[in-house]
Nanobody, 124 residues
Framework: QLQLVESGGGLVQSGGSLRLSCSATGGTLEKYFLGWFRQAQGQERSMVAVITSSGSTNYADSVKGRFTIERDSATKTGHLQMNSLKPEDTAVYYC??????????????????WGQGTQVTVSS
């Protein structure tokens, strides 16, 4: 069964950058959409970015132009490059997958194989 592990979070100053990684074991990402989601304290989990199995991407309006989602199915990894970080980006970031044949969704409830999350904290 596919399992995901996130890494790369940390503490960064406003305007800084971080690169998150999502590593898959027990299978490959080839037939999945890969999504990054985040959950700030007291808020619901929300979509940050999704990349399809063909490489098409979709971003939350709040991160467009600042974040870039990438995937390398051959190496079973995905990444989220986060630039120009803001304090409001502070959250636990998760990666998850959705079977490609099910079509696109931005809802966290439509994704599975959640990792444990990685904390991103942006100081002002």
């Amino acid at each position: 069964q596919l399992q995901l592990v996130e890494s790369g979070g940390g503490l960064v100053q406003s305007g800084g950058s971080l690169r998150l990684s999502c590593s898959a074991t027990g299978g490959t990402l080839e037939k999945y959409f890969l999504g990054w989601f985040r959950q700030a304290q007291g808020q619901e989990r929300s979509m940050v970015a999704v990349i399809t199995s063909s490489g098409s991407t979709n971003y939350a309006d709040s991160v467009k132009g600042r974040f870039t989602i990438e995937r390398d199915s051959a190496t079973k990894t995905g990444h989220l490059q986060m630039n120009s970080l803001k304090p409001e980006d502070t959250a636990v970031y998760y990666c998850a997958v959705r079977r490609s044949y099910l079509g696109y969704s931005g809802r966290s409830s439509d994704y599975g194989s959640w990792g444990q999350g990685t904390q991103v904290t942006v100081s002002s």
